[in-house]
């Protein structure tokens, strides 16, 4: 069982940053990809950024691009979402999320993953 436990999430003026990070444990060896999501009210999940772990190959919505970049320490199992110059769009509550290899699909959608964590709050104010 694959756990994922999210930290970083705060209260920020616009254009400020932050870094989350997702620690990492567990049974990870087939995971393929993972991924940051997150969740406005009123909104449905959406897929940040994701990357393939074997190969740290990253990939980013359009609304993050150039603001966000994500990464991962395999050494400190950690994965990280690095947030500049966030927006008041940007606040949502942020999960990391992590699948076991198998699922296939793209690493955007949701269905793909089998584990998730509990979720941080991000709050951008204007």
């Known amino acids: 069982q694959v756990q994922l436990q999210e930290s970083g999430g705060d209260s920020v003026q616009a254009g400020g940053s932050l870094r989350l990070a997702c620690a990492v444990s567990?049974?990870?060896?087939?995971?393929?990809?993972m991924a940051w999501f997150r969740q406005a009210p009123t909104k449905e999940r959406e897929g940040v950024a994701t990357?393939?772990?074997?190969?740290?190959?990253?990939n980013y919505a359009g609304s993050v691009k150039g603001r966000f970049t994500i990464s991962q320490d395999n050494a400190k199992n950690t994965l990280y979402l690095q947030m500049n110059d966030l927006k008041p769009e940007d606040t949502a509550m942020y999960y990391c999320?992590?699948?076991?290899?198998?699922?296939?699909?793209?690493?955007?959608?949701?269905?793909?993953?089998?584990?998730w964590g509990q979720g941080t709050q991000v709050t951008v104010s204007s």
């Open positions: 990357i393939l772990t074997h190969f740290s190959f990253p």
């Open positions: 999320a992590a699948d076991n290899g198998r699922n296939g699909g793209s690493c955007l959608d949701p269905r793909r993953y089998n584990y």
């Open positions: 567990g049974a990870t060896h087939s995971t393929q990809c």
